[in-house]
Nanobody, 121 residues
Framework: QVQLVESGGGLVQAGGSLRISCAASGSIFSINVMGWYRQAPGKQRELVAVITSGGRTNYADSVKGRFTISRDNAKNTVYLQMNSLKPEDAAVYYC???????????????WGQGTQVTVSS
């Protein structure tokens, strides 16, 4: 059993900052990629940022220079620092991890329950 627990969402004014986090727990052997996706009402879920176990990162063009993804491998936790937030950043943010539950396991994707980020203009 693997659980992803997200926290830190909320309401912020445009131009403000927010940090969200996601902690993975349970039967985990290794975690490869951790990342954040978001889905706004009426839109498809989209990639925001991902980070590998080695610290390589990739960002959506729309958040480059404003968002920073990081992770604490010892805590199986990924963070997303969001600065200069815009109304169009408002969405439900979902944590995603690609991990193995045991040495013999294949890698699988797991999703968090989502955390709401609201940006007021």
């Amino acid at each position: 059993q693997v659980q992803l627990v997200e926290s830190g969402g909320g309401l912020v004014q445009a131009g403000g900052s927010l940090r969200i986090s996601c902690a993975a727990s349970g039967s985990i052997f290794s975690i490869n990629v951790m990342g954040w996706y978001r889905q706004a009402p009426g839109k498809q879920r989209e990639l925001v940022a991902v980070i590998t176990s080695g610290g390589r990162t990739n960002y959506a063009d729309s958040v480059k220079g404003r968002f920073t993804i990081s992770r604490d491998n010892a805590k199986n936790t990924v963070y997303l620092q969001m600065n200069s937030l815009k109304p169009e950043d408002a969405a439900v943010y979902y944590c995603n991890t690609n991990l193995r539950r045991s040495r013999m396991d294949i890698s699988s994707d797991y999703w968090g329950q989502g955390t709401q980020v609201t940006v007021s203009s």
